[in-house]
């Protein structure tokens, strides 16, 4: 049967379902398969704090959101095009982010009475016409996978899972993409049960041949390739990236990389990541709490290891004490805090920018830490690599920042070539004569890296002030302050060791949107719109919290405006208006969800009405 | 061949000359009160350490904050003071991360029990190889005096006027309760002892617990007198050896013995008992490690002193290398370009 075959630019699908409905695997099955067809995409998993809540209720709803297209996707969309409902429970929380006009899909088997009451609807709204005002299409997914598999006589919650391959295969034909690499996938992750990988690819197949059979859809889509940059790609999440740049420090180091962590959602995938790579030589320690993380990561250090503890808010706060030893101590060392809603345990799944004044102040007394933000999923890679890089070259404990939407966003990612990152030289101190362990590199303001098991060099370090020079314990006035002030000097000073930081759009104008960390995509989507449209607007993306790149103020001087957003009160606008002393105009957000860039888009409008 | 490797491929493995105690004292002044049990601990530290024949340059001593933490700045090794609590999970780390090195924490009662606690439970768990001498005066006192975790229950402390109503820890069970290869006690008074058991905790693969009992004689004067001085240790210790009956008393004339699973004092001055009646000390047995480390809390009965368990079982960091080295056997060296293009990818032309 013939259909029309249109084309778009760019498309925006949300699978929700139960947290059971494996709406998390049939989303990154869809993105892998998008990636491998060349478009640009960006993601956005959206799950429940309970690993299965009651079925059908409203806070049980896990949904995956996929933005791809032929053109250069930044965000994971702000609204949908298509939203897959797997249950009343599924529409009734994601309906908010479908465009008017959008495709509904529903799974007409799961809007039983008991869903229905469950989700708060007293009529069903497949047959109100409550949803008139976008295209449904209501499909019987759980009958038609039963009959689907009927022959296998597998058990009914066998026949329940692999509903999701349905729909998964559903999209596949609506969207043209070939379903060869999830049956692949299906094949490898299920090779021990031939039963299930026969079912599941059926299934699959099924969704797929009931949109090119049935007279339901009458349209099909088609989203080339995007025009990206040529190279090798793959997907890559946040916190794969950032587990990867710091495999990629330690290989390039020559160092062994140590991670002391316990686990704690959103960054727990770094310490299961790491944990698999034994042949890089990895040792990870997955610790009896936080304090035992990152202690545990400073004894490594010591010892001549990269030390790395990985956390989220809680977590980080359980660490300062130990983030102010590795201060004095001055031990190369990396705090990865992938954030998430706060305080307290706050919103554990969802993402928030709120760590940031914790990260670059949350310690007692005068204990300056270099701070690093990552911008986008894989952007992590650098982020991890460099925050390794300075914590070695300068012998200091740093932050890297990251979040729930960049730790489990995915896009596609340009492969480094490894013979192109940037060389990590450490130098161990190994000559006794005139060994002084807190002397110092005039230029860096390091001191040696004097490592147990080298002769001649036995010292003793500790949380003690240091005396200057000879690392004696000090209690000396005088010699605290100087010490106080070299410590600050040391953590300054690597701004002159920063790329400046450039502007996208114009280096002048009226307003400048400047953003730190995981917001990158969505202010660089409302910028490049508004510039469309001619307003004088540009956007300056902060890598660098602490210190600030060398030519920040100057830039800022070149606007009539300055915005910032971010996921918080206005954490950075506070850091920004005390240093550089300019106004700065605020857009906050604090609903544990990105911003969309139509959110960002209005506030732009509104200051340059 | 990673870079620690290559730096250090021609350091010494043994001395290149033998060490005498004062190799091992650091040209700081110890800053302890005149009369304080830590200095015994120090000096017979420092007296064994030359004959396990490890360079200096390779043993590391790390420990938390209180008095007894200053220890590493006395020893003429590589010392780290760290932070209150955290020795153990410090010393986890660098132990994991450098298992060549010989690893010793020192720590309080009130750092290694009290706010770390924790850490010193998981590390017995895990037998990392890691020799831990805590220093137990049952007080904290770096900050002046408070009851500790293992003050006696009802203790007048500067923050107990009224009386500790605390039931203290006893560090000997909390040690075997979190399965530790290697338990014993010493007495600061007691070099010989200390000695002993400090050479038997070097030699042990493994965590090795010793628990110290240290005169703090300024805030907790005298609180283990009744087992270190010559009138009244006799009858107050019973000293553990391997294989051997357990007898004590000043004339060598009482003995313990097991009714059910208690232990008893026996004389064996009338015909009544003999030899033969007497537990037999045996280092591998749990059961009678728990015994052992029970009888403080009994009245009436004699401390054990000496080592209490010591048995032989997997350490962490010996299976953790065994993982990497079965990995690299299997997929190789890690290789950078392999792992950033494994798997799914594709081109873009
Ligand atoms: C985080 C933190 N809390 C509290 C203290 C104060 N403090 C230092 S030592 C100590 C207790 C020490 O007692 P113990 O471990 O028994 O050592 P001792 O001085 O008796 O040898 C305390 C409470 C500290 N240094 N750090
Ligand atoms: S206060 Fe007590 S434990 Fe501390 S040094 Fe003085 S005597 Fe020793
Ligand atoms: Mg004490």
Known sequence: MAKDLKKLDEVTIRFAGDSGDGMQLTGSQFTTTTALLGNDLSTLPDYPAEIRAPAGTLFGVSGFQIHFGSKEISTPGDACDVLVAMNPAALKVNLRSLRDGGIIIANRDGFNDKNLKLAGYEINPLDDGSLDKFQLHSVDITKLTTIAIQDLNLTTKIVERSKNFFSLGMMYWMYSRPIESSVKWIQEKFKKNPEIVEANIRVLKAGYNYGETTEIFHARYEVRAADLYPGRYRSITGNEATAWGLLAASAKSGLDLFLGSYPITPASEILHELSHHKNFRVKTFQAEDEIAGITSAIGASYGGAIGVTTTSGPGLALKTEAMGLAVMLELPLVIVNVQRGGPSTGLPTKTEQADLLQAVHGRNSEAPIPVLAACTPAGCFDAAYDAVRIALKYMTPVILLSDGYLANGAEPWLIPDVKSLQDIDVKFRTDPKNFFPYSRDEKTLARPWAIPGTPGLEHRIGGLEKEHITGNVSYDADNHEFMVNLRQQKVDGIANDLPLAKTEGDDKGDLLVVGWGGTYGAIKTAVEKKRKEGKSVSHLHLKYINPFQKNIGDILKNFKYILVPELNLGQLSQLLQAKYLIPVRKLNKVQGLPFKANEIEAKIDEILK | ?349
């Open chain 2, 1 to 349: 061949m990673n870079l620690i490797d290559e730096i250090l491929k021609d350091a010494p493995k043994i001395p290149i000359q033998k060490y005498t105690a004062k190799d091992f004292q650091s040209d700081q002044d110890v800053r302890w009160c005149p009369g304080c049990g830590d200095y015994s601990i120090l000096a017979q530290v420092q007296r064994v350490l030359p004959e396990l024949n490890i360079p200096k340059h390779n043993i590391v001593f790390v420990s938390g904050i209180g008095c007894s933490s200053r220890f590493p700045y006395y020893m003429d090794t590589y010392g780290f003071h760290g932070i209150h609590g955290r020795a153990a999970a410090i010393a986890s780390g660098l132990k994991v991360a450098r298992p060549e090195l010989s690893v010793w924490v020192a720590t309080g009662d009130g750092d290694g029990l009290s706010i770390g606690g924790n850490h010193f439970i998981h590390i017995c768990r895990r037998n990392i190889d890691v020799k831990i001498i805590l220093f137990n005066n049952q007080i904290y006192g770096l900050t002046k005096g408070q009851y500790s975790p293992t003050s006696e229950f009802g203790k007048i402390t500067k923050s107990s006027p009224f009386g500790a109503p605390d039931h203290p820890f006893n560090p000997l069970l909390v040690a075997l309760g979190a399965e530790a290869s290697f338990v014993a006690r010493g007495l600061d008074r007691d070099p010989k002892l200390l000695q002993n058991i400090i050479r038997r905790a070097a030699e042990h693969k493994g965590t090795a617990f010793m628990e110290m009992y240290q005169n703090c004689n300024v805030f907790n004067d005298g609180a283990f007198f009744q087992f270190t001085e010559k009138e009244t240790k006799d009858d107050n210790i019973v000293v553990l050896e391997n294989g051997k009956p357990m007898i004590f008393g000043k004339e060598k004339d009482k003995g313990l013995k097991l009714e059910g699973f208690t232990p008893v004092v026996v004389s064996l001055k009338d015909s009544k008992y003999s030899i033969n009646d007497l537990i037999i000390h045996n280092e591998k047995d749990t059961m009678l490690s728990f015994i052992l480390a029970r009888m403080s809390n009994l009245p009436g009965l004699p401390r054990p002193v000496g080592v209490v368990y010591a048995v032989e079982r997997q350490t962490y960091e010996g299976e953790v290398m065994k993982q990497i080295d079965a990995s690299i056997n299997k997929q190789g060296v890690g290789d950078l370009e392999k792992l950033l293009t494994h798997g799914e990818t594709w081109v873009i032309k």
